[in-house]
């Protein structure tokens, strides 16, 4: 399947599946008229977890404050979105989103590590839209 990407002179899309995990945002905007890609980056001292004996901290990843607001301007023009994702970012987001943008529809699944077709397909599937004829 081709991901077809959309010249920056047309509508935007109002619909969007975002795959989401603690260092990146696959955006997948989407209408009659095809699909718009895009990705957003966490930026982060670290994309690792360290976690060292005899040390003090969590042994988290530090968080990027700046990484919800970055996804929620990424899809700005959309107000249904379907969020997937392995881990808790989904449900950070969702909530994120929806206390900036009470309006925005939102749907939360479970996913692991999809392929972009994948996600593409899923967005599709749930927005009710077929792909377009080459």
Request: hydrophobic content about 40%; charged content about 20%.
């Amino acid at each position: 399947m081709m991901i077809s990407a959309h010249s920056q002179s047309s509508l935007p899309h109002t619909r969007a599946v975002i795959w989401v995990d603690h260092l990146t945002a696959k955006i997948f905007a989407m209408g009659l008229g095809g699909v718009t890609p895009s990705l957003v980056h966490a930026d982060l001292q670290s994309h690792h977890l360290h976690h060292k004996a005899n040390t003090i901290g969590s042994g988290r990843v530090q968080e990027d404050h700046k990484f919800l607001p970055k996804i929620a301007d990424a899809i700005a023009p959309c107000n249904e979105l379907l969020i997937l994702g392995p881990g808790i970012e989904k449900t950070m987001l969702a909530q994120y989103l929806q206390s900036k943008r009470p309006d925005v529809k939102v749907r939360l699944e479970p996913s692991g590590h999809p392929s972009d077709e994948e996600i593409v397909a899923i967005g599709r599937k749930q927005f009710g839209l077929a792909e377009p004829r080459a």
